[in-house]
């Protein structure tokens, strides 16, 4: 075996490792349920600091503003523009969104998409946030008999989780369910006092459980072990942290959060006597890719991918960057590789004749020919046996093995093979 690894190529990785920390841009832009107990987003600020995140704030909440008066108040519209913010977080009037589905269709809608196409305006990357707030402690008693629903919590509850779903799924955004982690608390644990006491605006636990759903929904991790104020004991807190992410994680689809990760990779392949590269494009969830093949040349390349061949001058070391771009270029990664370009003892005309075909594997399977009953081993590139076991019906299974570049050996001969 030892001779089959001396003829591969050598690849040396310098990746470019992925910071832990996080930093968002986040703009709020509500009314007194916002700014309440110093602000939902000064206190998201400090849990993401305590979480070792990064988060920019700023918020224009005036007392009781609609989404129809944010359309028109030149500080709203100001700060959408003083920026690329990555988040612009909407709450509309608490009331508004629980009224009838006519009237909230007459009196919301039209303002949210009017918010959120000065945010798309400004830059495209945006993503509009809708603050599902959470109902009067015991129902809208002065809209009660025009709208039975807002008799009761839970009626007004249902009411405002409809709408802000509604108007998320309209303006292709995403949604905060504050108001939905804010039932479970009262259901599980009613002792939590969520209210001020005027049955209406948030406590410092309700503030508290604002900001760590916000954690959750926008950095889409756990604030379960995040700073808190002093004004909430570490038991309570605790409790919200973890009803807070359990009811983003649970529904994301309900929430519209994606949380696909965009992975960058490529490997190696020489399958020529001269200095001709094949790069295997393994990265995942990008629309497009750009190669830097530290020659001084580089190429585009767009999904779905497959071999990127690249010509070198000469033999040698050479620093290969991929960057792949998600999200219509929203979002990107890189990653590099010194990766030494040489003759391998690989050919074409091994890769034609060898009766191992396909190459790559599709559809997970390797057909062989004049190797009926045979054993075979698989190997990584780093020599670890993958696997080892007969030929059957002129079919390698490799359905379960990882995407990647493997050494079939079938005798005394050696293949490689990308799966």
């Known amino acids: ?52 995140d990064i988060v920019e704030v700023q918020s224009n909440s005036p007392s ?12 709203s519209l100001n700060y959408i523009k003083s920026r690329e913010w990555d988040y612009v977080v909407l709450q509309e009037q608490s009331q508004l969104p629980s009224f009838s589905p006519a009237q909230v269709a007459l009196e919301s809608y039209p303002y949210a998409k009017i918010l959120c196409d000065s945010i798309r305006s400004n830059s495209v990357c945006t993503t509009p946030v809708f603050f599902i707030t959470w109902g009067r402690e015991n129902g809208d008693a002065g809209n009660c008999a025009s ?21 998320a799924e309209l303006n292709n955004g995403i949604v905060a369910p504050v108001g939905m982690v804010w039932k479970s608390i009262r259901d599980n644990y009613p002792t939590i006092d969520l209210y001020q006491s005027d049955e209406s605006h948030p406590s410092n636990n309700g503030t508290y459980l604002a900001a760590c759903t916000f954690y959750a929904t926008i950095f889409n991790k756990s604030p379960e072990g995040a700073a808190f104020p002093t004004t909430v004991d570490a038991t309570t807190a605790g409790i919200l942290q973890t009803a807070a992410w359990a009811i983003v994680n649970d529904s994301l689809d ?29 990265s995942e969830n990008a629309d497009s890719c750009y190669w830097e093949f530290g020659d001084g040349e580089a190429q585009w390349q767009y999904s779905p991918f497959d071999m990127m061949v690249h010509a070198y001058p000469e033999v040698g070391n050479y620093d290969v960057c991929l960057t792949g771009y998600g999200y219509n270029g929203c979002t ?29 594997v599709k559809n997970g399977t390797i057909q062989i020919t004049n190797h009926k009953e045979q054993n075979y081993s698989l190997y990584s590139t780093d020599g670890k046996q993958i696997r080892n076991s007969l030929i059957k019906n002129d079919i390698i299974d490799v359905s379960d093995v990882k995407a990647g570049v493997y050494i079939l050996v079938i005798g005394d001969k050696s293949y490689k093979i990308v799966i």
Not at 64 to 75: K, R, V
Not at 260 to 269: A, E, G, N, S
């Open 147 to 167: 709208y039975t629903p807002l008799c009761t919590y839970e009626g007004m509850q249902w009411r405002l989780r409809q709408s802000y779903v509604e108007m």
């Open 254 to 282: 309900i929430w519209l959060i994606d949380t696909t990760t965009l992975r960058v990779d490529f490997q190696l392949l020489q399958l020529t006597k001269n200095v001709s590269a094949y790069f295997y494009n393994i």
């Open 1 to 52: 075996m030892k001779n089959i690894f001396t003829i591969l190529l050598i690849s040396i990785s310098c990746l470019v490792i992925a910071q832990e920390t996080q930093t968002k841009s986040v703009l709020f832009l509500g009314n007194s349920y916002t700014y309440y107990n110093g602000g939902v987003d000064q206190v998201l600020k400090q849990i993401a600091t305590s979480k070792g």
């Open 332 to 360: 990107s990664k890189t990653i590099c590789k010194t990766e030494y370009i040489s003759v391998t003892g690989f050919d074409n005309s091994i890769a034609k004749n060898s009766n191992i075909f396909p190459n790559p």
């Open 64 to 75: 009781g503003y609609t989404f129809e008066n944010h359309c028109t108040n030149l500080t």
